[in-house]
């Protein structure tokens, strides 16, 4: 299958792809690695300069981007002795959420995330990453099992928001969706989220109640889609761009909002480039904020969660 | 920005029904003419269908509390702007306009109150202002709603409206969903009763946050309460959506509201639960 390429990553990916073929080259012949070494530092500077002037539009373009690594890819790349779990003991199971067991640096853990689909079969499946009641049931009773067994959460939280359909409004979404703010707000146990992609409204939040939250160098977070405010807004979707600047949705804007704590930074072109790459700079920051929260009694997480969500607000003075 | 602190009684959203210089009101759900008198004394219940009109926070008050009245709290609380945000006009200038449309300073109004005799901490969502939309005054407000209950140990009693988080205030706005679920959790660690009673229009953040976390949940006929909006779900699945999805009736059938109570009854109903859920003594 072709890479999929955005307009705005077209030279970025042109040198990459080169650099990729000079490696293979230079690996038989060392004459080449001279030229090897100014084409990649070349395409770092084409990465450094398309990359810092994106649109909050361009950013999640790449939030969205069709290879960029989901739950799963973390799970896999971060944790060992890795269990899925599924079904809400309700309903169904809904593929759209991942929720599971795993030792992350020797230290079991329970890992909650949104995930989408690699193709259009697995899209369909997993509906795009857009959850169903089931799969924020299967949530809670994941972060419960974390707070019963003392376990950290780690969640990665990557959708366009909670599924707008007559089945989930039937099975009750909004119920759902309060019902695992209200389990992340109680547990116990240290939770570290992080916005690895698209944090599209309440159906993002339910999964980001937590003590530290990061965010992703092109993740975005948003009340609402910009599509969709743009079709409040003015009644035309392709107003999009003008939306998502408003909107302050990017990584900068979280961290300035206090929204996020830590922005992580992808590598060059983004996570979609190098997953393994992108992984390990997750690893640093996700183990600093777990060792962070080391020192707090179960008493003092769910406390210094509350006060993290009960001071968002802005009033005038 | 200032605003009185008494609102006026104001009829709200019902002036669009008026017909003959406002002697008479037309019912938005059988086409009915009826004196205004005759909706004021049924509350803007129709008296021939039974549709029930939205009714504003003062006439609640009017409708639910011992002698109409409460203690209000945090009456000052106003929003700023914190993703400095404007379409057509700066979001300082909407909330201008709308305290002057409405002469409330917010979407809701809390304070401690009695309902049959009985302590409560008691809030009411205020659609005419922006939707009924939770930005930080709402959320701020309903937050301390239950912290004061949690410590008065006096049950909550919450009526939502509200068409969800408030765009304008960004991803702000969205944090107070998980800031009144936060406050709501305590109070349910405290064991001290939450009714949450649901009017027409419930959605987005607001349903999907503290409105479906009472311990007894209860919805007007005919509201439309879920989480995403009919025309949102009929874009999505790309046709008409059945008759009455999403209302009350609709909810009581799948399991997520306990009681459907029209609104003549709805003090009485508020009373009886009261009654059965004193909070026990602080353990």
Not at chain 1, 270 to 289: I, K, N, P, T, V
Not at chain 2, 14 to 35: S, Y
Not at chain 2, 150 to 163: D, K, N
């Given at each position: ?138 949530a809670v009773r994941a972060f419960d099992l974390a707070d019963r067994m003392g376990l950290p959460i780690l969640t990665f939280v990557d959708t366009p928001g909670a599924f707008p359909g007559i089945a989930a409004e039937e099975r009750g979404q909004s119920e759902a969706i309060a019902g695992s703010l209200a389990a992340m707000s109680r547990v116990r146990v240290p939770v570290v989220a992080t916005i690895v992609g698209e944090g599209g409204s309440g159906g993002a939040l339910a999964f980001a109640v937590a003590n530290r939250v990061l965010v992703l160098e092109f993740g975005c977070y948003t009340v609402i889609s910009p599509e969709g405010c743009a079709a409040i807004l003015w009644r035309d979707a392709a107003r999009a761009p003008e939306a998502a600047e408003r909107l302050k949705m990017t990584a900068p804007d979280l961290l300035r909002l206090g929204i996020v ?57 | ?283």
């Amino acid at each position: 299958m072709p890479p999929f390429v955005l307009p705005f990553e077209k030279p970025f990916v042109e040198l990459l792809t080169r650099v990729r073929e000079l490696r293979v080259l230079a690996a038989g012949d060392p004459k080449l690695l001279g030229e090897l070494a100014r084409l990649e530092e070349k395409t770092a500077q084409v990465a450094r300069d398309a990359y810092r002037e994106l649109s909050p539009m361009q950013k999640l373009q790449i939030a969205r981007h069709p290879e960029r690594p989901y739950t799963l890819d973390y799970a896999a790349r971060l944790l060992d002795d890795w269990v899925e779990l599924h079904g809400d003991r309700r309903f169904g199971d809904d593929a759209a959420v991942v929720a599971g067991l795993g030792r992350y640096h020797g230290r079991s853990v329970v890992v909650v995330g949104h995930q989408r689909g690699r193709d259009a079969d697995e899209n369909a499946r997993r509906n795009l990453g857009m959850p169903h009641p089931e799969g924020y049931r299967k949530a809670v009773r994941a972060f419960d099992l974390a707070d019963r067994m003392g376990l950290p959460i780690l969640t990665f939280v990557d959708t366009p928001g909670a599924f707008p359909g007559i089945a989930a409004e039937e099975r009750g979404q909004s119920e759902a969706i309060a019902g695992s703010l209200a389990a992340m707000s109680r547990v116990r146990v240290p939770v570290v989220a992080t916005i690895v992609g698209e944090g599209g409204s309440g159906g993002a939040l339910a999964f980001a109640v937590a003590n530290r939250v990061l965010v992703l160098e092109f993740g975005c977070y948003t009340v609402i889609s910009p599509e969709g405010c743009a079709a409040i807004l003015w009644r035309d979707a392709a107003r999009a761009p003008e939306a998502a600047e408003r909107l302050k949705m990017t990584a900068p804007d979280l961290l300035r909002l206090g929204i996020v704590d830590e922005v992580v930074a992808e590598p060059a072109g983004g996570a979609h480039h190098d997953h393994d790459e992108a992984a390990r700079r997750l690893d640093r920051a996700l183990s600093a904020a777990l060792a962070s929260l080391d020192s707090l009694s179960p008493a003092a997480l769910a406390d210094d969660r509350y006060r993290r969500f009960r001071a968002f607000g802005a009033l005038v003075a | 920005m200032t605003a009185p602190d008494q609102p006026p009684p104001s009829r709200g959203a019902n002036d669009a029904r008026a017909l003959g210089g406002g002697e008479f009101q037309r019912c938005e759900g059988c086409a009915a003419v009826h004196e205004t008198r005759v909706f004021e004394t049924t509350y803007e219940v129709c008296p021939a269908c039974g549709h029930h009109h939205r009714l504003s926070p003062e006439r609640y008050r009017r409708l639910l509390l011992d002698d109409a009245t409460f203690a209000a709290w945090d009456t000052h609380l106003e929003s700023a702007d914190p993703i400095e945000f404007s379409a057509d006009v700066p979001y300082p200038e909407r909330i201008a306009a709308a305290q002057r449309e409405t002469g409330a300073r917010d979407a809701i109004e809390t304070g401690r109150a009695r309902l049959g005799g009985h302590d409560i901490a008691y809030g009411c969502f205020r659609f005419a202002f922006l939707g009924g939309s939770m930005g930080s005054v709402v959320g701020e407000k309903v937050a301390r709603l239950f912290e004061r209950a949690a410590s008065a140990r006096i049950p909550a009693v919450l009526l939502q409206t509200s068409g969800g988080a408030r765009m304008q205030e960004g991803i702000v706005s969205l944090m107070q969903m998980a800031k009144t679920v936060g406050a709501r959790e305590r109070l349910r660690a405290a064991c001290v009763p939450f009714v949450s009673v649901m009017l027409g229009p419930t959605t987005g953040g607001v349903a999907a946050s503290t409105a479906f976390l009472g311990d007894v949940n209860v919805a007007e006929p005919g509201a439309l309460i879920g989480f995403a909006g009919p025309r949102v779900i009929e874009a999505t699945v790309g046709g008409r959506l059945p008759e009455g999805f999403q209302r009350s009736e609709f909810l009581l059938d799948h399991g997520m509201v306990d009681l459907v109570v029209p609104r003549a009854e709805l003090r009485a109903a508020l009373v009886r639960l009261l009654g059965h859920l004193r909070p026990p003594p602080a353990a």
